[in-house]
């Protein structure tokens, strides 16, 4: 997996473009990217891939949270590009200590979350949430790359890749 951090964009425009995406799905389906109706269960998916695969995970911005509202010592508030190519996998992980927003710029993947019966589809247009009940793992299944913007509070004692 590559890593790079661009200073190209101040902290404040990514996020503000993040959430610009994602509010422009107010008028969208409820249902769009989320488990069908009786298909949650708990522990539904085991765990999946234990390492990326043809995965691109570029740091666009941080903001040291330790340094603004609400001052969280220790966290930073991060906003990255990652991009799945055809086949690729972002492996299995929880977000117990690290909430997330997801918002799918381009194509279409699969996300395998532990408490759906079946995989998830996300589209382009879309975004979804990542709280601390949330384990799961995503493919794109796919033949074209899939381009993905998370943003997420990031506790830099819990995961070591805060860049």
């Not at 503000?16 to 389906?29: D, H, I, N």
């Not at 990255?80 to 200590?97: C, D, K, N, T, Y």
Request: hydrophobic share 40%; net charge positive; charged share 20%.
């Amino acid at each position: 997996m590559n890593r790079t951090i661009s200073t190209k964009c101040t902290p404040i425009l990514a996020l503000a473009v993040l959430l610009a995406g994602a509010g422009s799905l107010a008028g969208s389906s409820a249902q769009a990217g989320e488990c069908p109706a009786g298909m949650t269960m708990t522990d539904a998916q085991k765990p999946g891939p234990s390492a990326h695969s043809q995965v691109t995970d570029t740091v666009i911005s941080l903001i040291n949270l330790a340094e603004e509202a609400p001052r969280l010592r220790d966290s930073k508030l991060r906003l990255r590009r990652l991009v799945i190519q055809p086949g690729g996998v972002v492996a299995w992980h929880s977000h117990g200590e690290r909430p997330a927003i997801i918002y799918i710029v381009s194509g279409q993947i699969a996300e395998f979350r532990s408490t759906c019966k079946v995989p998830i589809t996300h589209k382009a247009g879309e975004s979804t949430a990542e709280v601390h009940t949330t384990s799961h793992w995503w493919k794109n299944m796919t033949k074209k790359p899939v381009v993905l913007l998370s943003a997420d509070i990031l506790h830099e004692k819990a995961d070591p890749r805060t860049m």
